[in-house]
């Protein structure tokens, strides 16, 4: 929910998991195919990780944020804009949804932070790998060892500061929309 583009949310929760999944698969699918070389093992990945991340991703948003549901795409991608920006909603109709959506995007990041010490763990284990892998391991198994280092080190050390900008917008927002409709 807290990497959801306002434009993707226009397909609803079950857009935003096939979207995340497809994401997630194809993403998942390149590495086995740049490390491991095999069209097998990336086809098997796409077909189990895509659907898995899917599901787990539309099940979360829509328990985020249910109101979701009943919106227009349209509306709700304008919603998660507001919030995503900090900026209020003209229309006074979306300002309880702009604060049910600012809360759902805090309570992900507050489920996401006891996995960061595991994020840890793995960042300091694929150091080790790509170590090993620079020594030993054959080009495609070193790029996708480095790569994943990269990925790791930009999840402990950029998405925190990003997370909390768009904690802070999300907060105005709301803020806002809680003045539009009188404190509700």
Do not use: H, K, Q
């Not at 995340?20 to 086809?43: I, P, W, Y």
């Not at 328990?63 to 998660?80: I, K, N, Q, T």
């Amino acid at each position: 929910m807290l990497l959801v583009p306002g434009w993707w949310w226009r397909r609803g929760p079950v857009g935003v998991g096939v979207g995340a999944g497809l994401a997630a698969g194809v993403c998942g699918a390149g590495f086995v195919l740049l490390e491991a070389g095999s069209r097998a093992g990336a086809l098997v990945v796409l077909v189990v990780l895509g659907p898995f991340y899917g599901v787990r991703a539309a099940r979360r948003t829509a328990r985020l944020w249910p109101a979701a549901g009943g919106m227009s795409g349209a509306d709700r991608a304008a919603v998660v804009a507001a919030v995503r920006r900090g900026r209020t909603l003209a229309d006074p109709r979306l300002a309880p949804c702009v604060v049910a959506y600012a809360t759902g995007l805090r309570r992900a990041a507050e489920e996401d932070r006891p996995r960061r010490r595991v994020v840890v763990a793995v960042t300091v284990l694929a150091v080790v790998l790509a170590g090993y892998d620079t020594l030993n391991g054959a080009a495609g198994e070193l790029t996708a060892s480095w790569l994943i280092v990269g990925l790791c080190l930009a999840d402990l050390l950029w998405w925190p500061r990003s997370r909390a900008r768009l904690l802070s917008r999300a907060d105005r927002a709301a803020a806002s929309a809680r003045r539009l409709t009188g404190g509700s």
